[in-house]
């Protein structure tokens, strides 16, 4: 049953506000720097119109659809979000079990505080991709490559924007202020430095005994692997050492797609990290363009995250020529607000939006949205 008083994604933010410990909700809902991309990744939705065509729709709409050749009831999935055991109890197998009602994919993080076997365990028909970085130490790369593959995991993201972290410059950023919140107790879940390096498994034998007695150094080691100075070199070898499709997220120009299609991935996100990387940055859906018109013919498919928070925004990504949309902090609204059924309500809501903007616009297959739906405000010119 619908959430009363709930009639747009946005309210679930609302919803949430008190469930769970300030800094954690800040550590959501910030930005880097001056938050000009967090901001703008959503605004930039507004400044693309819809352009519909009348007496075109049918009854039945078909929005079912194939990713890296695998099913998905309607073209959105999950993004890779950190700290979900932070936000419930049940954490990434709450959001993996929606993900498996919706028939949509999910992509785990590496942050994620429950291990890759733990997930795909509670969701076992879930269609999961796993998301990792180009560690600077190639055996946790390839530890968690296989660990995928023997889990059942359909596909691999490479987070590529992340060769140093992003700067804040307001609320939580580091393990020290979670120490500081908590003190010496060390809430199930919670607390970052014990819990958020569950799945680095297969690093030196010092980071495993440091694991065993819960080590702060472990949060170091993690953020220091995350944080590598990769090149294309490095996606190649990782391309090597598996068959699963690699998708790279965090391309955001033509000059990158080019290199990503140079380097025969399968898979594109159009990815501005949340806003929480470099600040200043184009709005995903506003870099999309430039990625799509690169990569077209080459068969990599596209996709994009950042600022999603309507079926109609779904619908203005995939007219400009994404294959699907991912979602980060409306899911954890979802999963915070009630778990499964939280997370469940919000892929339902985008779903129902989603299928009433293709019936207005005038669309009933994915086939018929094309870039002549939308136009950019820069473009408009009225004529009297």
Same mark, same amino acid.
């Given at each position: 049953?619908?959430?009363?008083?709930?009639?747009?994604?946005?309210?679930?933010?609302?919803?949430?506000?008190?469930?769970?410990?300030? @800094?954690?909700?800040?550590?959501?809902?910030?930005?880097?720097?001056?938050?000009?991309?967090?901001?703008?990744?959503?605004?930039?939705?507004?400044?693309?119109?819809?352009?519909?065509?009348?007496?075109?729709?049918?009854?039945?709409?078909?929005?079912?659809?194939?990713?890296?050749?695998?099913?998905?009831?309607?073209?959105? /999935?999950?993004?890779?979000?950190?700290?979900?055991?932070?936000?419930?109890?049940? /954490?990434?197998?709450?959001?993996?079990?929606?993900?498996?009602?919706?028939?949509?994919?999910?992509?785990?993080?590496?942050?994620?505080?429950?291990?890759?076997?733990?997930?795909? #365990?509670?969701?076992?028909?879930?269609?999961?991709?796993?998301?990792?970085?180009?560690?600077?130490?190639?055996?946790?790369?390839?530890?968690?490559?296989?660990?995928?593959?023997?889990?059942?995991?359909?596909?691999?993201?490479?987070?590529?924007?992340?060769?140093?972290?992003?700067?804040?410059?307001?609320?939580?950023?580091?393990?020290?202020?979670?120490?500081?919140?908590?003190?010496?107790?060390?809430?199930?879940?919670? @607390?970052?430095?014990?819990?958020?390096?569950? $799945? @680095?498994?297969?690093?030196?034998?010092?980071?495993?005994?440091?694991?065993?007695? /819960?080590?702060?150094?472990?949060?170091?080691?993690?953020?220091?692997?995350?944080?590598?100075?990769?090149?294309?070199?490095?996606?190649?070898?990782?391309?090597?050492?598996?068959?699963?499709?690699?998708?790279?997220?965090?391309?955001?120009?033509?000059?990158?797609? !080019?290199?990503?299609?140079?380097?025969?991935?399968?898979?594109?996100?159009?990815?501005?990290?949340?806003?929480?990387?470099?600040?200043?940055?184009?709005?995903?859906?506003?870099?999309?363009?430039?990625?799509?018109?690169?990569?077209?013919?080459?068969?990599?498919?596209?996709?994009?995250?950042?600022?999603?928070?309507?079926?109609?925004?779904?619908?203005?990504?995939?007219?400009?020529?994404?294959?699907?949309?991912?979602?980060? !902090?409306?899911?954890?609204?979802?999963?915070?607000?009630?778990? #499964?059924?939280?997370?469940?309500?919000?892929?339902?809501?985008?779903?129902?939006?989603?299928?009433?903007?293709?019936?207005?616009?005038?669309? $009933?297959?994915?086939?018929?949205? $094309?870039?002549?739906?939308?136009?950019?405000?820069?473009?408009?010119?009225?004529?009297?």
């Amino acid at each position: 049953m619908p959430t009363g008083g709930v009639s747009c994604v946005a309210d679930f933010e609302k919803l949430i506000e008190g469930k769970i410990p300030e @800094f954690l909700a800040d550590y959501y809902a910030t930005g880097a720097g001056d938050e000009q991309t967090l901001v703008d990744s959503k605004r930039a939705f507004q400044r693309f119109r819809l352009r519909p065509r009348v007496l075109s729709s049918e009854t039945e709409i078909d929005v079912s659809t194939h990713l890296q050749g695998q099913p998905v009831s309607f073209p959105l /999935g999950i993004a890779p979000t950190g700290y979900q055991g932070a936000c419930h109890p049940d /954490g990434d197998k709450a959001t993996a079990r929606a993900a498996d009602r919706a028939g949509i994919i999910m992509i785990v993080s590496t942050y994620s505080f429950m291990t890759i076997e733990e997930i795909a #365990t509670a969701a076992p028909k879930a269609l999961l991709w796993m998301q990792i970085y180009p560690f600077r130490d190639r055996r946790n790369t390839v530890d968690m490559i296989k660990r995928a593959e023997q889990s059942g995991f359909k596909g691999i993201v490479v987070t590529v924007d992340s060769p140093a972290a992003g700067l804040f410059t307001r609320s939580f950023r580091s393990g020290d202020e979670v120490k500081k919140h908590f003190g010496d107790q060390k809430p199930r879940g919670v @607390f970052f430095i014990y819990h958020s390096v569950v $799945n @680095f498994q297969g690093g030196t034998e010092e980071i495993l005994r440091a694991k065993s007695t /819960g080590d702060e150094y472990l949060y170091t080691y993690a953020k220091n692997q995350s944080s590598s100075a990769a090149t294309w070199e490095d996606i190649a070898w990782i391309k090597s050492i598996t068959r699963l499709p690699i998708i790279l997220k965090g391309i955001l120009t033509a000059e990158s797609a !080019r290199e990503a299609v140079a380097c025969r991935v399968q898979g594109i996100i159009v990815s501005a990290h949340g806003g929480r990387q470099l600040d200043g940055v184009l709005a995903p859906i506003e870099a999309l363009p430039e990625v799509v018109n690169v990569v077209r013919g080459s068969g990599v498919e596209v996709y994009m995250d950042g600022g999603v928070r309507s079926g109609r925004d779904i619908f203005k990504a995939l007219a400009i020529g994404a294959k699907a949309v991912f979602i980060g !902090r409306p899911a954890i609204w979802g999963l915070v607000y009630n778990g #499964t059924d939280g997370v469940t309500e919000v892929l339902d809501m985008l779903k129902h939006e989603f299928v009433n903007t293709m019936s207005l616009v005038g669309c $009933n297959r994915l086939e018929d949205i $094309n870039q002549s739906f939308v136009q950019h405000e820069s473009q408009l010119v009225c004529k009297l």
